[in-house]
């Protein structure tokens, strides 16, 4: 059971799911956010805040997003942790758009 | 006042109360060490053991939620941070009393109760609330003692939300499916006898607004003896149902149905079947003496998408069974000293500000449960405690006081006096540790102390 970001975060990163993460488990970098998993108690109260659905849980994925397991895994205990919301990035609401929401 | 200092400096720090240990509580208190002011914060919780419904509601067999314990275990180690445990305020201390040793009191004492029915029967024995059998088998020293019998093999839950799984799940599993989970010791004796059998989850609205999160329940296609079933018809959906299904942002129902779908094509192979029952309310309660019987109402959908309400149609039919678990919201309960909203079960607040009709009762706050009503896991507290911190510091000015705030040194003369043993945090992680050593001797990753007695007694 894992819960990961995928690449719908990037150039958007809305970071909504941060206010409700309750152990502080995501990570950032300049272009997304990342979840790791060591930290993560999968409760899943993220995935309905993401306003681009870039969250997925479980075995509940899509196959092309497989990836971003191992890529969370991988980079979010390299970067800091980020604790509130951000603002947005320049140009998520646009992308928002694009990506159908 | 005015040669004064303000109020959250070294000289003049802020002092809050905050009232509940659950997870609101300690996102408050994290709030509040983490603002730029000088701030102590002392919390006051009724029972020696601390963090709420973490510890007595989430469920024995979901232990990779409870390891949000470890975050409250780091807020709990700040300098600001002290813990009072075995405290009632209300009872042993009264909240006039809070208000005049703090600057400010947060109330985060959660929804201790369950949303009443309303219907004929209720209090029959054999109905009971999801709460007391949730609070039952998690070793709650209050519910220890309920009697709850599962000698009849039908078991009827009335609610889809997640804690109308958690207690499905819970009569569903095989007891060697829960023995090596934290859940209290009588509470595995107990079921280790149940013969129930036939459990039924019931909704008055359809499958698409059932409020079960999708991984609450996946699990039950996972489970060793038992097998969940739906009724295929009843997951023909009407035209404004497809069209909230339709919406992008409605995940978790697309998620859920599909997950019906699955569970009403599904060989029945094992010994307990758990069935998901739609579109049904509960009319009455019957039996002689004890439940035996509940009358349900069919019902029809009304209105828009997403504005849907059950309409009963007129058509009944009377299902037989041992026991009830109502599951229909928590609910709160009033605190003497406190305006509370008897309509909605919670202290009536405006961005955590607790109101007494249309104005803010200087220095009272509210957050979580208390505050918004039984909604959100776990996470969603985190956020509603920033916002009432955020409320309580944008009032400072307000809150400064010419007499000094004195904090819990005023309190627990009181206590003392009332013969009051109080907890403090270290008193309590001894009895934690007292638990994880009896837990590990029956390979449980503890084995709770369920009486307020007991744990004093290893102090």
Redesign the interface.
């Known amino acids: 059971m894992t819960t990961f970001v995928t690449d719908n975060c990037k150039a958007c990163r809305f970071t909504d799911c941060v206010a409700v993460c309750p152990v502080e488990c995501f990570h950032y970098d300049d272009d997304m956010l990342y979840i790791d998993p060591e930290v993560c108690i999968d409760c899943s109260a993220c995935l309905p805040e993401c306003p681009v659905q870039a969250i997925y849980e479980g075995d509940d994925y899509p196959e092309d997003k497989e990836e971003w397991i191992a890529i969370n895994a991988q980079r979010a205990p390299e970067l800091p942790v980020i604790t509130e919301p951000m603002e947005p990035l320049p140009g998520a609401e646009e992308r928002k758009t694009e990506l159908g929401f | 006042m005015s040669s004064k200092d303000p109020l959250g400096s070294d000289n003049n720090p802020l002092c809050v109360a905050v009232v509940g240990s659950g997870?609101s509580g300690f996102?408050t208190t994290e709030a509040l060490s983490?603002s730029e002011h000088v701030v102590r914060i002392d919390m006051y919780e009724r029972l020696p053991a601390p963090y709420g419904l973490v510890r007595y509601g989430v469920a024995p067999d979901h232990p990779?939620?409870k390891?949000?314990i470890?975050?409250y275990e780091k807020i709990a180690q700040s300098p600001e941070f002290r813990f009072f445990g075995n405290v009632n305020i209300g009872r042993d201390i009264a909240v006039a009393d809070l208000r005049r040793a703090y600057h400010a009191v947060v109330f985060a004492c959660g929804a201790e109760t369950d949303r009443r029915l309303g219907v004929d029967g209720e209090d029959l024995p054999g109905s009971h609330t999801a709460t007391e059998f949730v609070a039952w088998y998690n070793g709650h020293p209050d519910y220890r003692d309920r009697v709850f019998d599962l000698s009849h093999e039908t078991a009827v839950i009335i609610g889809q939300g997640n804690v109308a799984a958690d207690v499905a799940r819970v009569l569903a599993k095989t007891v060697d499916e829960l023995r090596h989970t934290d859940i209290a010791r009588h509470a595995l004796d107990v079921l280790a006898e149940s013969r129930v059998r036939d459990i039924h989850v019931i909704g008055r609205r359809g499958p698409v607004q059932a409020k079960f999160?999708?991984?609450e329940l996946?699990e039950f296609g996972d489970l060793e003896d038992c097998t969940p079933f739906v009724n295929p018809e009843e997951l023909l959906l009407n035209a404004s149902s497809e069209q909230e299904l339709e919406d992008?942002?409605n995940?978790?129902a697309r998620?859920n149905l599909e997950l019906f779908r699955g569970f009403s094509q599904m060989a029945a192979d094992k010994s307990r079947r758990c069935r998901f029952s739609f579109l049904k309310s509960p009319v009455r309660l019957e039996g002689d003496g004890r439940l035996q019987q509940l009358v349900l109402e069919s019902n029809r959908l009304e209105g828009e998408a997403f504005r849907q309400s059950a309409r009963g149609t007129g058509q009944m039919e009377a299902l037989e069974c041992g026991i009830l678990f109502r599951s229909i919201g928590y609910f709160g309960i009033a605190i003497d000293g406190v305006p509370f909203d008897p309509r909605r079960g919670v202290f009536p607040n405006r961005a955590g500000r607790i109101m007494e009709a249309d104005t803010a009762v200087a220095g009272l706050y509210t957050a979580g449960w208390i505050k918004r009503g039984p909604s959100?896991?776990?996470?969603?507290?985190?956020?509603d405690s920033?916002a009432t911190v955020a409320s309580l510091l944008a009032d400072l000015p307000a809150l400064d006081n010419p007499d000094s705030k004195a904090g819990a040194e005023a309190i627990m003369p009181l206590l003392e006096r009332k013969g009051v043993r109080v907890i403090s945090y270290r008193d309590w992680q001894r009895i934690d540790a007292e638990e994880v050593a009896r837990g590990a001797t029956q390979d449980k990753p503890r084995e709770k102390i369920t009486s307020v007695e007991e744990m004093l007694a290893v102090l």
Not at chain 2, 376 to 383: C, E, K, P, Q, S
Request: charged share 30%; proline share 7%; aromatic share 4%.
């Open positions: 997870p996102y983490r990779k939620l390891q949000s470890q975050v999160t999708p991984k996946r992008k942002k995940v978790n998620k959100g896991i776990i996470g969603t507290n985190r956020a920033v």
